[in-house]
Structures are given as structure tokens and as C-alpha cells.
């Protein structure tokens, strides 16, 4: 190797540790709040009483026209809009259901597939199929807003639980069609692939924030021994929401969600920002 030459995988990281120290100074918990109210939103799409179509439920805020994502197959949901507000198309995916989240995390596997055009990247192989389920229907709804308001700035990105991991596939798979992927605000988010893979998308994708609550099992699965790793930026919340600690960048900071290994509360993955997800998901169902 010639002398001060960089290892690949080095030379990713690096860029990838200069990237997070760049944006951990651009975390906006205003910007959360909109976000994780649309990710709120999005667990009404689909809905067959209400939905979030006409964009008139209780978390359906700001200015959007907005057009739904669906497959029931996979029972991903969610939803593509314009906010004319900010100027910006918005993609959020809903979680899993909030009455039967134990069930999902009892339940949850760790089968990964090869990701394509990325050597030795492997994801999660229920959420990229889930993802791939509403692939097409995301990308034709992101360049028909796009086509309709030449003003947009670009794509913003947000989900909760489930719906987290989709807007990270969704977050990637825009950015390497070419679109402008501005952000990605993520809550509860669960370990979506391994280390090579997480290298490549922060190598992509920025700014990102992956919020994370206190004793929120959800971060916790696949488990990281199983060959799964986070993404950075993590911002973690205290029990009360009140304080939030900007992480190390490592993905896997030991002094935030990573601290807790046991005595882990399903009730802090329903409520982020004091946004509460199971009183949102009931209210979808009126």
C-alpha cells in the first residue's frame, strides 16, 4: 500500500464520521416535531374510515396535497405529498400496528439478503421487501410532485417503528435515482442492515437523524451480535422527553440507547417528542 494511502473501508469511514460531525450541529427539534407528526399521519393511510388522502386527520398538518402508498400484502402504508409550506415533497411511512407491537418484536427474524449494487451489503430481508413492495408507487408518486412544482427544493423522509426502516430504503433508493433526498428524520427506528451496509447509505445520505427514546426496545432488534448495525446520526431522549443528547456518531453509542440492555419498556417506543402513537393510531380508526 503506498504510504498515507486510506483502506476503502477507512476512507468510508472517515467520510462518514466528518459527515456526522458536520450535521450533529443541524438537529432541529422543531423540524423533528413536524417530522415524527407526519410519521403520526402516516398510520392512518390505508385506513379504511378515514385514511390520509384529504389530508384531515388529527396529525395531518401543514399544507399537502398528498397521495397514498399501499400494499396489502406486506401491509406497508404510507404516503407522498407537496408540502407548499417548505417547498419540499415529503415521503412518511407508518409502523406496525401500535396494539400488536409486542407481537412484531416477539416475532422479529434476522434473515438478510445481499442489497444490490453494493458489495457485502446486506439488509434485513422483511423490511427491504416490504419497502420493495411499495417501490414503485413511491418513486412515480415523488416525480409526479416533483413534475408538478419545478420550485421544490427536494425529498424529505420520516417514519416511526416498521416505517422507519422504509423511509431509510426509500431515503437511498431516491437518492441513487438521482432525486435530492434533503433529510430523513426517523423514530424507533430497528436495525435495517449490517455494518458495510450502514456505511454506504451514511455515505449517501445526509443529514440524517435516527431519534430514539429512552428504553425503546425497537432500536434494540436484529440484535447488533446477529450481524445488524445502526446508522448515525442517533439522537437520543430522556424518559420524559425533555433533554436530548446528540451521539457519538458510531451508530452504536454506548452511552445512549445502547446503555440499555434489559428492562426495556414498549411504552417508550409509543411516544416520542410526547407525541403519543397509540392514541394517533386509535384516532385514525374513527
Known amino acids: 500500500m503506498v504510504a498515507g494511502a486510506l483502506r476503502p473501508g477507512l476512507a468510508v469511514g472517515i467520510v462518514v464520521a466528518a459527515a456526522v460531525a458536520a450535521h450533529a450541529v443541524d438537529y432541529s427539534p422543531d423540524s423533528a416535531w413536524r417530522a415524527v407528526q407526519f410519521s403520526g399521519a402516516a398510520y392512518c393511510c390505508g385506513m379504511a374510515m378515514s385514511g390520509c388522502g384529504l389530508w384531515d386527520c388529527r396529525s395531518c398538518k401543514g399544507n399537502l396535497t398528498v397521495t397514498e402508498v399501499t400494499d396489502s400484502g406486506t401491509d406497508a402504508r404510507g404516503f407522498v405529498g407537496y408540502d407548499s409550506d417548505t417547498a419540499t415533497v415529503v415521503v412518511g411511512f407508518s409502523g406496525t400496528d401500535p396494539l400488536s407491537i409486542q407481537n412484531w418484536i416477539d416475532d422479529i427474524d434476522t434473515v438478510k439478503v445481499d442489497y444490490p449494487g453494493c458489495d457485502g ?81 451514511s455515505s449517501q445520505i445526509s443529514p440524517v437523524f ?42 452504536e453509542d454506548s ?32
Open 121 to 201: 451489503c446486506e439488509v434485513h430481508k422483511g423490511f427491504y421487501e416490504t419497502y420493495l413492495s411499495v417501490q414503485s408507487q413511491v418513486q412515480s408518486a415523488v416525480a409526479q410532485y416533483l413534475a408538478l412544482h419545478p420550485e421544490a427544493l427536494g425529498v424529505e423522509l420520516t417514519g416511526h417503528s416498521l416505517g422507519a426502516a422504509l423511509a431509510q430504503h426509500a431515503a437511498l433508493d431516491l437518492q441513487l435515482a438521482g432525486y435530492q433526498v434533503l433529510s430523513l428524520y426517523n423514530f424507533g427506528q430497528p436495525r435495517t442492515g449490517n455494518l458495510e451496509f450502514t456505511d454506504f447509505f
Open 255 to 286: 452511552a445512549c440507547a445502547d446503555q440499555y440492555a434489559l428492562d426495556l419498556d414498549v411504552v417508550d417506543h409509543l411516544t416520542y417528542l410526547d407525541f403519543d402513537f397509540t392514541a394517533n393510531y386509535l384516532s385514525c380508526k374513527l
Open 210 to 251: 435516527r431519534v430514539t427514546h429512552h428504553k425503546d426496545p425497537v432500536p434494540h432488534l436484529p440484535f447488533e451480535n446477529w450481524g445488524f448495525h445502526h446508522e448515525p446520526l442517533e439522537v437520543f431522549y430522556n424518559r420524559r422527553n425533555t433533554d436530548f443528547h446528540i451521539c457519538d456518531g458510531s451508530g
